[in-house]
């Protein structure tokens, strides 16, 4: 599996608040969800997702509560895989379930807003393209990967293959 984009860039403690504000939690469809993800951090964010499908953060990415809603908009904003030096434990299985690809890298400070990655998600390898460096990371194990290329917990469950 491998995946090619730009990179948005944030910082440390990036909490499920401002990934997916909390007025905004009656919204059920995912399409209209998208619409707000990331609106009380970033006002240029739906603009850059039309290029980066790559979120590359500090520590403690998606702390906060423990809303599923904030791995749901990003995925229908369009982020493919987000790079952190660290999860929140919940948001990191929200967004394993929702088939959205999410790697711990100690290296993301090397990263910067706009480089160009190549993750290879199955080796555990990201190159940025525009640096020409390549970071090693632990693999995720292939029961996540199964989940993640079935575009979900649910859709991999769907399929009938409940090895999880």
Known sequence: MLLRSKVI????DINTDVIY????????DANEMAK??????????HEKVKEAKI???GKNFGCGSSREQAATCLKYAGIEAII??????IF???AINKGLIAIECKDVDKINDGDELEIDVESGKIRNLTKNEEY????LPPFLLKIIK?????????EGKNEV
Request: hydrophobic residues 40%; charged residues 30%.
């Open 84 to 89: 952190a030096k660290s999860f929140a434990r």
């Open 92 to 94: 990191f299985r929200n």
């Open 21 to 28: 504000p909390g007025r905004y939690l009656e919204i059920i």
């Open 55 to 57: 979120i590359v953060a």
């Open 36 to 45: 707000h993800a990331m609106e009380d951090l970033d006002e240029n964010f």
């Open 136 to 139: 090693e990371v632990k693999p």
């Open 9 to 12: 860039k944030y910082g440390d």
């Open 150 to 158: 079935a575009g979900g917990l649910i859709e991999y469950l769907k």
